[in-house]
């Protein structure tokens, strides 16, 4: 298996130097260089797919409670730059509408991460995959004549039932299972679900491990990997690509930005 990604992504959008899953994330990212992000995305009361990490909105928002208790629209007037810097008072929670037309404007390929708040793991997955199919069976993109050369995004999450929920919304998108520490049955899991990559937290890969999955032909991505030599290290292992908040420290070089071969989308 080639990974047809960039093995660079931008943790949240831009790491830790703008508003996590931000527009102005995604925007920092892209003049560093990264042309891939990861964001993460939930379901609001009414079911709009916006970006946001946590299940609640306290800590990367002015606003109070669970993301299912509040609709969109209200969703959409809060500050969401404030609490990193005054600065960024002016960011907000992005759909993922928005972030999607965003990075097919810029050329970013997307990780999109299904982060259900508990209790939503089916409907998240399917809605967030009929979001992402939906808006890459348009085309043209406006204002944008070769975003076909950025593969459709990659959908992962920690969350089985959401995977499996994707996977009927939007066959033709890839998959991948997101673990913390590899199992000793990843093989089986993600057999089971059809998935294209495994990713894990970095601290708990080995070479030996990172092998047996690259071996397997399944693609592998580490997070969050801030140490630029860490970074060196586990991509000399095979590891294919890695997720970093530290994207003023670890730089895209010509070896690791897209090579974008055209992945063709068959729709949903
Ligand atoms: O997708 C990789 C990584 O984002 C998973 O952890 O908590 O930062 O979403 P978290
Ligand atoms: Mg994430």
């Known amino acids: 298996m080639i990974w047809p990604y960039p093995r660079l992504v931008a ?3 831009g790491g830790i130097l703008a508003p996590e899953n931000t527009l102005l994330a995604i925007d920092t990212g892209w003049q560093l260089g990264y042309r891939a992000a990861e964001i993460d995305a939930a379901l609001t009361r009414d079911e709009i ?5 946590d ?3 306290e800590r990367t928002t002015n606003g109070r409670g669970r993301l299912d208790e509040v609709n969109a629209d209200h969703v959409a007037g809060l500050d969401a730059g404030s609490w990193l810097d005054a600065r960024f008072a002016a960011a907000r929670v992005p759909t993922l509408d928005a ?4 990075c097919s404007e810029q050329g970013i390929w997307l990780n999109v991460e299904i982060k259900p708040v508990p209790g939503h793991e089916v409907r998240t997955g399917e809605l967030v995959a009929r979001a992402v199919a939906q808006f890459w069976s348009r085309a043209p ?3 944008r004549h070769d975003s076909q050369a950025t593969p459709p995004p990659l959908l992962s999450s920690f969350s089985p039932d959401a995977l499996v929920a994707a996977r009927l919304a939007a066959p033709g998108l890839r998959l991948g299972v997101l673990f913390t520490e590899v199992p000793s049955d990843w093989q089986a899991v993600l057999r089971r679900l059809g998935a294209f990559s495994l990713h894990c937290d970095h601290h708990h890969l080995s070479a030996q491990v990172a092998h047996a999955i690259r071996a397997a032909g399944y693609g592998l ?7 630029p030599a860490r970074a060196r290290e586990l991509l000399d292992w095979g590891v294919d690509a890695i997720c970093t908040d530290r994207i003023d420290l670890i730089k895209p070089d010509a070896d690791l930005q897209v090579p974008a071969p055209r992945v063709p989308f068959t729709g949903t």
């Open 55 to 57: 299940d609640t909105l």
């Open 221 to 227: 991505l580490c997070y969050t990997v801030n140490d």
């Open 11 to 13: 943790h949240r959008g």
């Open 99 to 102: 972030a999607l037309q965003r």
């Open 141 to 143: 993109f406006p204002g």
């Open 49 to 53: 797919p916006v970006l946001l990490h």
